[in-house]
């Protein structure tokens, strides 16, 4: 579903993501891993097309990115810090959001209610906490049932009754095969959710494949020893 293709990208001299080439596959929740600064958030922009490439390119179900906006429409991206005009509220961000947004399914109900979200969306979203400003996010991300659903540390903020309900969602999600791309800290969390975990560091994919075979590789029970032992490798 994505075809990354030697992909570089540089702020000002610094290498940020070096020569990277992976397939993230649909129907699968994919894990990007790594310390900080290590490339995850550039990796997801580039995905986006927010950010310019220095060279290698990015597919999006076989359409090459550049130069391209509508496979943006089939996109749901929560970012890490959710921005929004603080002034409206979450509903007239929704209608907003439908305006810009072409051949859509709507759907919300079904997270407004998990979320107890009704009474919160009529609030202007300066005015929430930062725990429902993420999942006024989510809803927004998921809402317009996209095919692929981007998500840059979702959970953080999140209490874990709304945590927990955030990764039954994305099960249903995964069932209804969609290509999902994650970025977590929190390695219950991924060893729940993903299917394939690619560990960036320093711009590097230094091991990409299933939980279970990082585990075999490493000889560790628990998936945090597994990726501390990828980070002292080096
Ligand atoms: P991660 O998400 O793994 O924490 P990032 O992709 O955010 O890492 O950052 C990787 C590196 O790129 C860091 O050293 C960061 O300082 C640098 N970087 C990120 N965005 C910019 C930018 N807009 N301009 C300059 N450097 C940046």
Redesign the pocket.
């Known amino acids: 579903m994505v075809e990354i293709n030697k992909l570089s990208k540089k702020?000002?001299k610094?290498e940020?993501l070096k020569n990277i080439s992976l397939s993230i596959n649909k129907g699968e929740v994919t894990a990007v891993v790594?310390?900080?600064?290590?490339?995850?958030?550039?990796?997801?922009?580039s995905i986006l097309g927010l950010?310019k490439l220095n060279s290698g390119s990015v597919e999006v179900d076989g359409i090459n990115i550049k130069n391209n906006f509508t496979y943006k429409n089939n996109i749901g991206y929560v970012p890490?810090v959710a921005r929004y005009p603080e002034n409206l509220t979450g509903n007239e961000i929704l209608s907003l959001v439908k305006e810009l947004r072409t051949n859509y399914e709507f759907s919300s109900q079904k997270i407004i209610e998990s979320f107890k979200l009704s009474e919160e969306l009529n609030k202007p979203f300066k005015n929430l906490s930062g725990g429902t400003k993420q999942k006024v996010s989510i809803l927004i991300a998921l809402a317009f049932n996209p095919k692929i659903i981007i998500l840059?540390e979702p959970t953080a903020g999140l209490d874990p009754v709304s945590s927990s309900y955030f990764k039954d969602l994305i099960l249903e999600e995964k069932e209804k095969k969609k290509t999902i791309i994650l970025?977590s800290h929190i390695m219950s969390e991924i060893q729940e959710l993903a299917d394939e975990i690619i560990f960036?560091l320093d711009?590097e994919i230094k091991f990409k494949g299933t939980i279970t075979s990082l585990l075999e590789e490493s000889k560790e029970s628990k998936l945090e020893r597994a990726i501390a032992q990828l980070m002292l490798r080096e």
């Open positions: 702020y000002n610094n940020i790594g310390p900080n600064g290590s490339g995850k958030t550039t990796l997801i922009k950010v890490q840059d970025t960036l711009g």
